[in-house]
């Protein structure tokens, strides 16, 4: 039956054209409307098809006052593949309408569309038809409305229409907008300028996905903004097209997200894109900018608020960090080597000026602690992968590290580097080569920031590189002269026994970590003991758990008991906090009733033997843990055949777990009480 009516489509459409009777003809588009209950894709085709063809026969009026009527009335329908049709007929028909039309009622549709209709599919078509409608409107006012569209449906949560607005929609906008000449003018600046106020209100948490959508705006602007900038320049009328004009390297620029972010696109054809890409590069070698307004403007205005932008942004969010180096990358991609090594490179060295004379955060030179760093080394030193630029990225992490472990300024800007060039493997090796310069460096502070940053690639690197590079590394800094150096091998030794499976490796670890703990000369170490509980407590739980059962809970023992006969209390204190943080960390794990008897309970009654004095409100928790625990050894026999318990889940009729985590919440949340009997240490 669905084939027949498809059939009709013609016949209907034929003898809408061809009728006398208004009031038949708008029957039949009401009957064409209204044929098929619920249209799939290639029957929407259909229908559009027909009525574009109607439209090219009747001309904009009767499209407005025949075709129109029939969207109006199914806009809101209770199926969404009519509504679909709706929002497409908004589109295929944009053409052939009355601009004032265009440009008011149909708009209007779409953006009530846009706004109401809960169908993903429906706001996507809205987009694209959105898209379609920016091409043909040639009033100016109406710039505005299109630049709300853009953000409301950039915020829309579905990722389908998101990705619409991307492929057809901001290409469409920003060609109307170079048209208008307002790419430069109004529309980047206005989406810095709401970067700007976000990052204003952001200063108590920021808004990450509002920034998400401003800068992702501006990604997909670099494109038309390149195309302008060739459009606009010195030699735009010298470029030929005859001759031999070679082909543009794949790898030139960025993959476009469409069609229509493709510079070649947007220029006209590849070969026009060619010939002035050539010229380009040759003005900005051998003649300079001088008189070419519209890169004057992306290298003075642009770049500048770039650049301040993101030394403002957040650099222990690891988002952001990773969206500017993305945004940066693409743009350098986009504009090429020359501009990137010329007019990008010397703005950010400008500000970020590497000395080591220069080491004084108080001094001012605190932007090498922001997110300038990370962003810098990420997003424009590895656009290209040449040797001198291995090389530069190279030195400037070494100058980052070195500079920053002098200065004894905080090293997030440098872990953000790491954690952003981890993430592809490609740059493993580069990061350990900036390492090993800071194991063998003269001063000790460096080789401490060393040891602290291999903690951070041990996850992600394979482990053929942490038994060749890293292992050996840390083995040669657990022996420095300096005990502050070897102090901060702990955390990364502590995280490969978390991470790594190779049996040989770990043992190598766990010798070096059990000469922490047992040679004379580190036994009255206060810090070294700090930072082995620190790290037991925070790797403890996911280590192999004969490692947990015969290394750390034995251990954690022997430091509680010797913490019993502590004469400074201070220290005394910070043990004890410290060993209740990796307790209350490892009573989650199943621990067997011969290490729950032998050093997990009599750990415990140490420490609350300290709290009992120190800290009553611990002690608390603590005698109630282990109550829970003697109740589960007594227990043993009926409730685990398997002799392993788990103290988390122990008490009888009661989760335990529940219990004393609500009871560890009670506590660490009584601020006045934790600053007034003990400092935690961090």
């Not at 908004?90 to 779409?110: D, F, H, Q, T």
């Not at 057809?168 to 529309?187: D, K, M, N």
């Not at 070698?285 to 030394?311: A, F, M, R």
């Not at 660490?668 to 961090?682: E, H």
Request: aromatic letters at 6%; hydrophobic letters at 45%; one cysteine or more.
């Amino acid at each position: 039956m669905e084939c027949l009516k498809e059939e009709l489509i013609p016949l209907i459409l034929c003898t809408a054209c061809l009728h006398p009777e208004p009031k038949e003809r708008d029957q039949l588009l009401h009957i064409l409307f209204n044929l098929i209950k619920r249209p799939d894709d290639e029957q929407r085709q259909m229908i559009l098809t027909g009525c574009v063809a109607f439209a090219r026969h009747v001309g904009p009026t009767r499209v407005e006052a025949e075709l129109l009527p029939q969207c109006w009335e199914q806009i809101n329908h209770k199926y969404p593949e009519r509504r679909l049709l709706v929002a497409e007929s908004c589109g295929a028909l944009a053409p052939y309408l009355p601009k004032e039309i265009r440009s008011s009622l149909v708009l209007s549709m779409l953006q009530q569309m846009l706004a109401e209709d809960k169908a993903d599919m429906v706001r996507e078509a809205v987009v694209k038809s959105l898209g379609i409608i920016m091409g043909y409107i040639d009033d100016p006012d109406k710039y505005s409305q299109g630049f709300e569209l853009m953000l409301l449906s950039l915020s829309d949560p579905s990722e389908r229409v998101v990705s619409a607005v991307h492929q057809v929609f901001i290409p469409a906008f920003a060609a109307w907008t170079t048209e208008l000449g307002t790419l430069q003018t109004a529309l980047i600046p206005s989406l810095l300028t709401r970067i700007e106020k976000l990052l204003m209100q952001g200063e108590h948490g920021l808004d990450e996905h509002k920034l998400h959508v401003f800068l992702s705006a501006l990604q997909s602007l670099i494109p038309p903004l390149f195309a302008v900038v060739l459009q606009n320049a010195p030699f735009t009328s010298r470029a030929i097209l005859h001759g031999d004009i070679p082909a543009i390297e794949v790898t030139r620029f960025p993959r476009p997200a469409s069609p229509l972010q493709d510079v070649a696109t947007i220029i006209g054809s590849r070969e026009m894109l060619s010939a002035l890409l050539l010229l380009y590069d040759h003005q900005l070698e051998h003649e300079g900018t001088t008189g070419w307004d519209s890169l004057l403007w992306v290298v003075n205005q642009l770049l500048p608020q770039l650049i301040e932008i993101v030394g403002r942004i957040n650099v222990t969010s690891s988002t952001c960090v990773h969206e500017f180096s993305r945004f940066f990358w693409r743009f350098c991609r986009t504009f090429g080597k020359i501009f990137t090594n010329t007019k990008v490179k010397p703005q950010f060295q400008e500000i970020l000026r590497l000395s080591e004379e220069n080491v004084d955060v108080s001094a001012g030179n605190d932007i090498l602690t922001k997110a300038t760093v990370p962003i810098y080394a990420t997003g424009v030193l590895t656009c290209y992968n040449q040797e001198e630029d291995r090389k530069l990225l190279v030195g400037f992490l070494e100058d980052v590290m070195t500079t920053l472990s002098l200065s004894h300024a905080p090293l997030d800007s440098l872990k953000a580097s790491f954690v952003e060039l981890g993430a592809n493997p490609v740059y493993h090796e580069l990061l350990l080569t900036v390492l090993w310069y800071g194991v063998v460096h003269t001063s000790a502070l460096v080789r401490c920031t060393a040891a602290r940053m291999f903690e951070l690639l041990v996850k992600g690197v394979n482990e053929t590189l942490v038994a060749q590079r890293v292992v050996p590394a840390l083995i040669t800094l657990s022996s420095d002269p300096e005990i502050s150096v070897r102090i901060s091998t702990i955390p990364a030794f502590g995280t490969i026994m978390e991470t790594v499976t190779q049996k040989e490796l770990l043992e190598r670890v766990k010798m070096q970590l059990a000469s922490f703990l047992e040679d004379p000369q580190y036994q009255d170490q206060h810090s070294l003991h700090m930072e082995i509980i620190r790290t037991f407590g925070r790797v403890g739980p996911n280590a192999e758990p004969r490692f947990r059962d015969e290394f750390v809970l034995p251990h954690l023992h022997k430091l509680a008991l010797g913490n019993n006969s502590q004469a400074v209390e201070s220290k005394r204190i910070d043990i004890a906090t410290q060993l209740f943080e990796a307790y209350s960390a490892l009573s989650c794990c199943f621990i067997s009733e011969e290490v729950m008897v032998n050093h997990f309970l009599p750990g415990l009654r140490c420490l609350r033997a300290d709290m009992e004095q120190l800290s009553p409100e611990h002690e608390v928790i603590l005698s109630s843990m282990i109550k829970e625990c003697e109740i589960k050894v007594e227990n043993r026999g009926m409730a685990d055949a398997q002799g392993s318990m788990s103290i988390a889940s122990s008490l009888v009729g009661e989760d335990a777990k529940t219990k004393f985590l609500s009871k560890m919440g009670q506590l660490t949340t009584s601020g006045a009480m934790l600053a007034n009997v003990f400092q935690r240490k961090k």
